[in-house]
């Protein structure tokens, strides 16, 4: 089956036509950098060798990886340090501040390094200590035993590594569980080391610190969509370990779990289990607390400076850290002529003009802080589908922008459609103005959903897995159908394993609200529908590949393919491989089929731009200026500095994309 999966890969031969386009290839233009946050922001309060407040920040960024900040508590201002390995170390994944030395630790992904910042030696900078192992994409969580040494969890697989500092050894234990990919260890201060494993079934395992092995003690969520059931660890002011349960509350001890009629609170400077947080805040000398002005904010600027005495007052600071770029997530043109779209981490709302002469940050549009996935525009607004959670907004350009939850807010988060959509692939608005949003599932979950929504009236209604085990990926509303296209993916919640290696097509119908066709067309090995394009005459043009997001969940790689399918028939009209030298789909590879004014069809691989000929599944290369590299793990920017990470609109003669966190365009040549 390998074999066969890996041969389909390299027989990108086998494709018609697939010459350098006649006319000489354009050059591609930079825009700007439209948004230029941060994400991954902690806060790490404690003091210095002398007994001194200090605060330390961590913050993550595409452009130039992840940094840490010694801000000075009376005027704000931020000594930065930069990592120096910014390529590979873009986010900050996991952290912690020993409350014993006062030194930060920091894990980064997406290249599984240990690092360490000590504020009594800012000279050294930002040190790599080392590999938390060959399969590691990124640390979970970082706990520190009363011996000094580091527990880290690392995904995938749900690894346990045993870090020394004293030695600057590494001892690494293997997974925990193979059927898992998370791990959050917490060491108590009585020997105990324990961790919390998510996300398919969350569990509590304790750990035998000398051989690393570990077992489950019976507290687990067997059901992961059962509100009523719950699992939080955490540790005690008494410092010892503690699980909190929909079947009881209990102290971990040892190897053993004991039932206990209370629990303590969480002490301070111990991350969370499971959270983007310490788990309790931390009082440093003087009775200072820091807590940020808006902590949910990707420009994080504002820092309240507090006092456990009420008779001190309150200091609010600003805090001058400088950021590089965010990567851009979406790009669709706006009714007003702007383009409009998401970064990455932070997921910021941003315009730009056609001509680049506008390229601004509009700030939040949303609760998810991670990106847009998609977006559409119904009348004279933009609607935007974030993850997680595949929350709907809506932003009007023409009024004021006061980002709420409240009906006169602008833009405004609209909320879930379901409880089980994570990340949004798709959103198309049909003839009626009703919006589709097409989404994969929850950590750990299989089979996403196909959900709508009426803006007139707010009505939603969604539907779980339409075909078993798959999930919408890239949606297209047939004029000539008043159907639904949707285009189907393998894709399962983050944590889960793939269950079978075939996507599709379907057809959705939107009066009966219910499923009116799906199937593969014949089509072998069939990857993911992962773009759809009107192609005139009623037939449709759709990419088909795998993107890096299936491959780290287990799916064999797959070359892409252009399609050319007919709905009304439910046929296919011709199929072929795209040239090996395209290369392959970018992460996911959503919106890489874009239609001109003219009607021409236009896609993208990650490293080529290029046009179809109609009627055919013949390309013609566009643009491209870099040769494709093999790439394992998580696709990043960093590999090609012309790399087609999203493609936009096409505007008149104008194509847009980004390359990260740079806004492109190119002009198309005419076609004779």
């Known amino acids: 089956m390998i074999f066969r999966f890996l041969k389909l890969f390299l027989v990108g031969v086998l494709v018609a036509v697939a010459g350098v386009a006649a006319n000489p290839m ?18 790490h309060a404690g003091e210095t060798a002398a007994g001194e407040a200090s605060l330390l920040m961590t913050m993550s960024q595409n452009n130039g990886g992840f940094f840490v900040l010694d801000v000075d508590l009376e005027t704000g201002q931020c000594q930065q340090f930069p990592v120096s390995t910014p390529k590979g170390s873009t986010f900050s994944t996991a952290t912690l501040r020993s409350p014993r030395t006062g030194i930060l630790y920091i894990g980064s992904a997406w290249d599984a390094r240990l690092h360490r910042f000590d504020p009594a030696h800012p000279e050294r900078g930002v040190e790599v200590l080392g590999s938390l192992g060959a399969g590691a994409t990124f640390p979970t969580g970082i706990a520190e035993a009363p011996d000094g040494s580091l527990w880290i969890g690392t995904y995938p697989k749900a690894e346990l590594i045993k870090y020394e500092p004293g030695t600057g050894e590494f001892t690494y234990f293997g997974s ?7 791990l959050y260890p917490l060491a108590g201060d009585d020997g105990t080391i324990a961790a919390l494993v998510r996300v398919v079934r969350p569990h509590l395992v304790v750990i035998d610190q000398t051989t690393g092995e570990s077992r489950e003690v019976g507290l687990e969520i067997t059901d992961t969509t059962d509100e009523s059931q719950f699992l939080k660890f955490f540790k005690g002011t008494d410092r010892r370990l503690y699980a909190s349960s929909h079947t009881g509350d209990f102290l971990v001890r040892d190897l053993t779990i004991q039932p206990v009629d209370s629990l303590p609170e969480r002490v301070a400077g111990v991350h969370a289990a499971g959270e983007h947080r310490y788990q309790a805040p931390y009082t440093m000398p003087g009775g200072w607390q820091v807590n940020l002005v808006n902590p949910g904010s990707g420009t994080p600027r504002g820092l309240l400076v507090t006092n456990t005495d009420p008779r001190i007052p309150t200091k609010r600071l ?34 730009a003009s056609l001509d680049g002469q506008v390229a601004e940050d509009l700030g939040s549009f949303s ?9 559409a525009m119904v009348g004279e607004k933009v609607y935007l589908a974030s993850y997680p959670g595949s929350r ?18 602008n833009p405004r988060d609209l909320g879930r459609l379901d409880k089980v959509g994570f990340r949004p692939n798709g959103l198309v608005a049909d003839a009626n103005g009703r919006l589709w949003l097409g989404s994969g599932p929850d950590y750990g979950l299989v089979g996403g959903t196909l959900a709508w929504y009426d803006p007139a009236t707010g009505e939603s209604r969604s539907h779980r897995a339409i075909v078993p085990d798959l999930s919408p990926t890239s949606l297209l509303w047939l004029d000539d159908l008043e159907q639904v296209l949707v285009g189907l993916s ?32 014949g089509v072998e090995d069939m990857a993911d529908v992962t773009s759809l394009a009107p192609a005139g005459d009623g037939l449709v043009y759709a990419l088909i590949g795998r993107g890096d997001h299936l491959l780290t969940a287990g799916a064999p790689p797959i070359a892409p393919r252009l399609a050319l399918i007919d709905p009304r028939k439910r046929e296919l009209v011709s199929i072929a491989w795209l040239p090996e030298e395209f290369g392959a789909l970018s992460w996911h590879g959503h919106h890489a089929l874009r239609v001109a004014p003219d009607g021409q069809v236009y896609g993208a691989t990650a490293y080529t731009i290029f046009r179809i000929l109609p009627g055919t599944c013949e390309v013609e ?17 960093s590999l090609s500095p012309n790399s087609i990470d999203i493609v936009g609109p096409i505007v008149g003669d104008q194509m847009f994309f980004a390359t990260g966190w740079r806004l492109r365009a190119i002009t198309l040549p005419k076609v004779e």
């Open 176 to 182: 925990v569980n193979e059927a898992e990919n998370y």
């Open 392 to 409: 709907l907004s809506v932003y009007d350009p023409g009024e004021r922008i006061r980002f709420g939850l409240e009906a006169t807010d």
């Open 621 to 637: 290369r566009i643009w491209q200026v870099d040769e494709p590299e093999p790439r394992l793990g998580v696709w990043m920017t």
């Open 490 to 521: 393998i894709e399962v919640g983050t944590g889960a394993e793939v269950q079978r290696f075939d996507a599709g097509w379907a057809l959705w119908d939107p009066v009966a609200d219910e499923l009116a066709w799906w199937g593969d067309l």
């Open 318 to 351: 600003r805090l001058d850290w400088e950021g590089g770029g965010s990567n851009l997530h979406v790009i669709e043109l706006g009714p007003d002529g702007y383009l409009y779209g998401s970064s990455y981490l932070p997921n910021h709302l941003y315009r």
């Open 26 to 43: 354009p050059e591609a233009r930079d825009l700007g950098v439209p948004v230029k946050g941060v994400s991954w922001v902690r806060l």
């Open 367 to 375: 609760l998810s802080s991670g990106q847009a996935y998609s977006a």
